[in-house]
């Protein structure tokens, strides 16, 4: 997450959707860059807070007020990244047991049965109800992102940082395992207005 009260906005940083680019590229403008480090500090709060936690602390007046931003990523993508973060990343808390299954297959079987925790999440509160002004979608992140920054008078370039060695993420799915996704993350699919779509659409 990031706060800048000169600005007037607040970043909301949903796991592995590019925010850690995000956050290098805002934290690196000279004066901007350090004042908003400060800004971020004094809530004490941990990078991927939710935006339920981040009102909260603020304060629900002052972040109405403010501009929310977040990334949102296909959750068939997310979840192919979200595996390779853990199996690569050697301090990952779950690393060993993501290296202890066979592979995706059996990352997703575990993934949907025991830890399912949407992106939606991070941008509603407890009755659902969304705190998150401004969506961008990763698939278009460059473009949108530059956008956003520079009606608010930033310049930034968008570096890309802490990316999993992967191919495709299509080449991970059968059929089968795209519907269950579909299914448990409805929530997110229906957000990035993907409820119609088909495996088929993706190849």
């Known amino acids: 997450m990031l706060v800048s009260h000169s600005h007037r906005f607040v970043f909301v940083h949903v796991y592995k959707n590019a925010g850690t680019s995000i956050r290098r590229s805002l934290l690196g403008i ?3 860059g350090e004042q908003c480090s400060r800004d971020t ?7 991927h807070a939710s935006a339920d936690r981040i009102r909260e602390e603020l304060g629900a007046e002052v972040y109405d007020s403010y501009e929310s931003f977040a990334v949102l990523r296909n959750p068939w993508d997310w979840q192919v990244s979200l595996y390779r973060f853990m199996l690569e990343y050697e301090k990952h808390r779950q690393h060993e047991f993501a ?3 066979s592979g995706f297959p059996e990352y997703l079987d575990w993934r949907l049965a ?14 659902g109800k969304m705190l998150v002004s401004t969506l961008l979608k990763f698939e278009s992140l460059s473009s949108d992102f ?3 920054c520079r009606a608010r008078g930033l310049d930034v370039k968008l570096p890309h940082l802490n990316s999993s060695k992967r191919g495709d993420w299509v080449t991970y799915y059968d059929s089968s395992m795209f519907e269950r996704v579909r299914e448990v993350f409805e929530e997110d ?6 409820k119609d779509a088909s495996f088929d659409d993706f190849k």
Do not use: H
Not at 41 to 47: D, F, N
């Open 99 to 101: 290296k202890s299954l």
């Open 189 to 194: 699919v229906e957000l990035l207005g993907l």
């Open 30 to 32: 000279p004066g901007f």
């Open 41 to 47: 500090r004094l809530l004490g709060l941990p990078s």
């Open 146 to 148: 530059e956008v956003f």
């Open 114 to 127: 025991e830890e399912v925790r949407t992106q939606k999440g991070f941008l509603t509160d407890s009755s």
